[in-house]
């Protein structure tokens, strides 16, 4: 590796010292067509090989939750869905041409970084907020959030427990490794509340515990705590998911550092699922619109004027095949979460920007 760098440095110099040369006898226009050349060379030269590894394993392997109803579950026969699942299905789409083609690895929340660094998945779509630590830190990158929430607590009904205010010398069970567990030691700090955590590793160990009333309070994503009542709970109604959110917790998928290109794959693919709700392309009239649409923006994204795929290692129909797949991400909100489904949420600040929300594509253009 090493010898490997001083020649790549002795190579850049070299091209460097003939490109002075050559820039005093040629024309300033001919001089910067042959840097531009150049540096395009060395830029491909560092593409990343994950696209590679998918197209040869024919498969996308996903990182998901170990049971997380409306985000990611697997039923009787083994089948997955859930919206983080439904990320990793659209990649598949637009990459391989199936939403099929994927594996999925159920991670606990102290395996999920660990099997992305290591490249044991090549997508970490698990429920995983996006900070500063882990995006600085871990050798990762984050992508588009796909989810804004924020950290709740969910209390039995007959406690009459209206506030956190009033979780004073409570008992909480809360998952370790997770920002919900510094959250909740920030928050009893905060307030001088004394509050005594009950930390387990596994998701499912801390649901059992909350139900079998050793915790008052339990405490997570507040999406996630709709799930877990709507799963868990032998009556729904018996528990309340407090108003009070602690915290801001924006999720989205993750990839591993240093592949720009897979990054780049798996963060237009999103942005094009949310721009895609936004000019009404859903999976039902995709089909129509690539023969009667004359709205030059979604002629784009469903690749019937400007190919756009070949910018990212794709072809031209990659985000048409990701919407036929999983649908828009209105869609896949409603079909995984939204007011139709056990959890009932609303759209709230997964809305689109037009409509009071903070869902924004960046433009496919």
């Known amino acids: 590796m090493q010898f490997f760098r001083k020649s790549k440095m002795k190579s850049i110099f070299f091209k460097s010292y003939y490109l002075k040369y050559l820039a005093g006898n040629m024309r300033a226009s001919t001089f910067t067509l042959l840097f531009s050349a150049l540096v395009l060379q060395n830029s491909v030269a560092f593409a990343g090989k994950t696209l590679d590894s998918v197209k040869q394993k024919d ?52 395996q999920r970084f ?12 698990r429920n995983s907020t996006f900070t500063l630590t882990r995006d600085a830190s871990l050798g990762l990158s984050q992508t588009v959030v796909t989810f804004f929430d924020g950290q709740g607590f969910m209390v039995p009904t007959q406690s009459n427990i209206k506030s956190v205010k009033q979780l004073k010398n409570a008992t909480v069970c809360v998952q370790s490794g997770t920002t919900t567990e510094k959250n909740l ?3 009893s700090k905060a307030n001088k509340l004394d509050i005594k955590p009950i930390v387990f590793e596994k998701l499912e160990a801390a649901n059992s515990a909350y139900f079998a009333g050793r915790c008052k309070a339990y405490t997570t994503d507040a999406s996630g705590l709709a799930s877990i009542r709507a799963r868990e709970a032998k009556n729904p109604k018996d528990h309340i998911i407090l108003s009070d959110l602690i915290s801001k917790e924006p999720m989205g998928p993750m990839v591993k550092r240093g592949d720009d290109e897979w990054l780049a794959i798996v963060k237009w693919v999103i942005y094009g699922l949310i721009e895609a709700e936004e000019y009404e ?23 019937k004027s400007e190919d756009m795929g070949k910018l990212l290692g794709l072809d031209r129909d990659w985000l048409a095949r990701a919407v036929q ?14 007011e139709k489904t056990s959890l009932g949420l609303k759209r709230g600040l997964n809305a689109q920007w037009t409509k009071g929300g903070l869902m924004y594509a960046m433009p496919i253009r």
């Open 59 to 110: 498969v996308v392997t996903c990182g998901v939750n170990t049971g997380l109803a409306g985000f990611a579950q697997a039923d009787a026969q083994g089948k997955w869905s859930g919206l983080d699942v439904d990320m990793c299905r659209a990649v598949a789409a637009a990459v391989l041409g199936s939403a099929e083609k994927v594996k999925y690895v159920p991670l606990s929340a102290p």
């Open 185 to 187: 030691t920030d928050l």
């Open 325 to 338: 797949g999983t649908g828009n991400y209105g869609e896949i909100f409603d079909r995984n979460v939204g």
């Open 281 to 303: 392309i859903t999976s039902a009239n995709l089909e129509q619109l690539k023969t009667d649409s004359q709205d030059p923006k979604v002629l784009r994204m469903i690749g």
């Open 114 to 125: 660990t099997a992305l660094q290591s490249g044991e998945v090549d997508i970490l779509s």
